[in-house]
């Protein structure tokens, strides 16, 4: 209330208990006043200025008094001093109470704000739906979403307002579970929203239940995320990589048919051509091939790249023999060892570049072994060979992206950085070593671990691991 009409009214409750004291006392002439009335000014002073309602307090005892002393001194008893004295007795505990109660306000209030605050300054959109579901609170980010002010959401129905009506029916049957306490209700969601202008956004929601002293819900604190911008991002981004992949599937086709053409002319013509010839038709046939290996890297990096992927039971002895038989002019030993794996149809891959890269960069009576040793959890699998081995300073960084080694038949990199990434992808760990230890010309080893069938982990072993940063 205008502080100009509280004072308007306690000067017509003052007038009228001056009027009321001289009528009976001066008109009636009684003794008494009817001093019920004048509790009326000073609670209501009390009320509203505090400490400030013992002065009416005090002026109004002082009127009973002075006008029993002027009109009935003969009737003035203790009685009346006790009136008198009980005036201001109210008007002080009235003025105290409502002076605490003021400050209990006060907090609340400066408590409410700090919160609102919080509440509006948060990047998020934040609404508190009761269980009626009508709006309770909303934040500032959320009417600026929405496009109405504050106080014309509060009160609304939430999914009459700002649900979209495709989605609305489904909204109000997650809010029913909601209420009926389903865990799972609460578990974070994608549903949309639309703005006073009918603008649409995808909102991720988080709720949370707000419930009194009972435990009984009261309501909802909502908090949701506008994460249309980012939704619009993944589809373009999902229709560019499926551009991309498109592309590349066409240029792997086409090149791969190429390469498979020219292979058989190199063919033809070393059988033609004389011994110079051929020399050269040899180079151009190692020049298709190194052709042929870039785009089945190409491929293989962009199979370990997607997501979507299952381990499966492998037969690792059956993988080895596989790409054993695919080097038949080479002197590869191996005893078998028949196990089951956790892996995928990529493990080859490790196969095909890690003896591929033995036979390459080994004199031509390379020897190549591949053993393998089974522990409690996991399977342990070298492939080691005599060839020039790897130079310590070259065994921490030789699985890197791109890492070349010094010989003048050091490929392009790939081959052991595409190993490492399917070892880790298993669940392994990787690494090199020297074929006889302490001595890295006497050959190299390529240890590398494999998840038994139905063990949660691999067990680490021994030697330089390579982590998944170079």
């Known amino acids: 209330m205008h502080e100009r009409y509280r004072i308007l009214i306690m000067a017509v409750l003052l007038a009228v208990s001056v009027f009321l004291t001289y009528y009976f006392h001066a008109i009636l002439t009684l003794g008494t006043v009817f001093s019920h009335f004048f509790y009326i000014p000073i609670i209501l002073s009390a009320l509203w200025w505090e400490k400030k309602s013992v002065l009416v307090a005090l002026s109004l005892a002082g009127l009973v008094v002075v006008s029993s002393l002027l009109f009935r001194p003969e009737d003035l008893t203790l009685n009346d001093y006790f009136r ?16 605490q109660l003021k400050g209990q306000q006060r907090i609340i209030q400066r408590e409410k704000d700090r919160i609102q605050t919080i ?6 959109l934040l609404v508190i739906i009761n269980t009626d579901q009508t709006i309770g609170l909303v934040n500032r980010r959320g009417s600026e979403l929405l496009g109405y002010p504050e106080a014309e959401l509060i009160g609304k129905n939430w999914f009459d307002t700002v649900v979209p009506e495709r989605h609305r029916e489904e909204a109000r049957q997650a809010f029913t579970r909601i209420m009926a306490g389903d ?4 578990d974070q969601k994608e549903m949309p929203i639309v703005s006073r202008e009918g603008a649409e956004y995808t909102v991720l929601w988080q709720d949370s239940a707000l419930r009194d002293e009972t435990g ?3 309501g909802f604190l909502c908090s949701g995320k506008d994460i249309t911008d980012r939704i619009r991002v993944e589809e373009a981004l999902r229709v560019a990589n499926e551009d991309a992949n498109l592309y590349l599937d066409i240029m792997v086709h086409d ?8 292979l058989g002319y190199t063919d033809l013509l070393v059988e033609i051509l004389n ?7 040899r180079k151009l046939r190692t020049g298709i091939q190194r052709s042929i290996e870039i785009i089945q890297n190409v491929s293989t990096i962009r199979r370990l790249r997607s997501q979507d992927y299952t381990l499966q039971t492998v037969d690792l002895d059956e993988i080895i023999r596989a790409e054993i038989s695919h080097h038949p002019d080479a002197d590869i030993v191996y005893d078998g060892t028949p196990v089951l794996v956790a892996a995928d149809d990529l493990l080859p891959e490790v196969f095909t570049n890690l003896i591929g890269n033995s036979l390459k960069f080994g004199a031509p009576d390379v020897r190549v072994s591949v053993k393998v040793a089974e522990n409690a959890e996991d399977v342990e699998v070298t492939v080691e060979d005599t060839g020039p081995g790897v130079p310590d300073a070259m065994k921490s960084r030789i699985f890197c992206r791109f890492a070349r080694g010094k010989a003048k038949k050091s490929g392009k990199g790939l081959g052991l950085f595409i190993a490492r990434m399917l070892v880790e992808r298993y669940g392994g760990t990787i690494r090199a070593d020297d074929r006889v230890t302490g001595r890295p010309e006497a050959g190299a080893a390529f240890r590398f671990t494999l998840r038994k069938v139905g063990q949660p982990a ?3 072993t021994a030697g330089r691991p390579i982590t998944s940063r170079c």
């Open 458 to 460: 691999a067990r680490l």
């Open 119 to 124: 509440l509006d300054t948060a990047g998020v």
């Open 84 to 99: 008198a004295l009980m005036f201001i007795v109210i008007a002080f505990v009235v003025a105290t109470l409502s002076d």
């Open 216 to 218: 009984a819900i009261t």
């Open 255 to 262: 090149i791969n048919n190429a390469n498979a053409v020219a």
């Open 183 to 186: 865990a799972a209700a609460f």
């Open 275 to 281: 011994d110079g010839e051929r020399e050269m038709v």
